[in-house]
């Protein structure tokens, strides 16, 4: 999926209030955590360009720090990239391990045996 799949909701809204267009582009293409420009860009046009480029680049969720996601807390897990994601019940993350993100039980029933999963993702917000 492409950013501008990712986003057209949110580009969609900006293109209805201009005055948000910056931040839109500071927060998502530069990261800033207070929507604003850096002295990365020097002027508006090369904004231009590489937001369009942004735009056609491959969407990568952020980096999630799993030392602080809290217990019980809904995730998805899988053991192989091919396979299907489920839903589980986080527990804690062990970064000595492989398979590092432990859960507990699943979203039915949030008891049992840990289990230990190689791949984990948070929930999409939507």
């Known amino acids: 999926m492409k950013n501008k799949e990712k986003y057209i909701d949110d580009i969609i809204e900006v293109m209805k209030d201009c005055s948000k267009e910056c931040t839109f582009?500071?927060?998502k293409m530069l990261k800033s955590k207070d929507g604003i420009c850096s002295k990365e860009?020097?002027?508006?046009?090369e904004c231009d360009i590489r937001f369009y480029e942004w735009l056609e680049e491959e969407y990568e969720?952020?980096?999630?720090d799993w030392k602080s996601v809290p217990a019980n807390t809904i995730i998805e897990v899988r053991d192989y990239e091919d396979a299907s994601w489920i839903k589980r019940v986080f527990a804690f993350y062990n970064e000595k391990s492989n398979?590092?993100?432990?859960?507990?039980?699943?979203v039915?029933?949030?008891y049992g045996l840990a289990v230990s999963w190689k791949y984990a993702r948070l929930l999409e917000e939507n």
Do not use: L, T
Not at 61 to 64: F, I, L, Q, S, T
Not at 99 to 106: A, E, Q, T, W
């Open 41 to 45: 860009i020097d002027y508006c046009d």
């Open 99 to 106: 398979y590092p993100y432990v859960c507990i039980g699943n």
């Open 61 to 64: 969720p952020p980096k999630v």
């Open 108 to 110: 039915k029933y949030n």
């Open 25 to 27: 582009r500071a927060e």
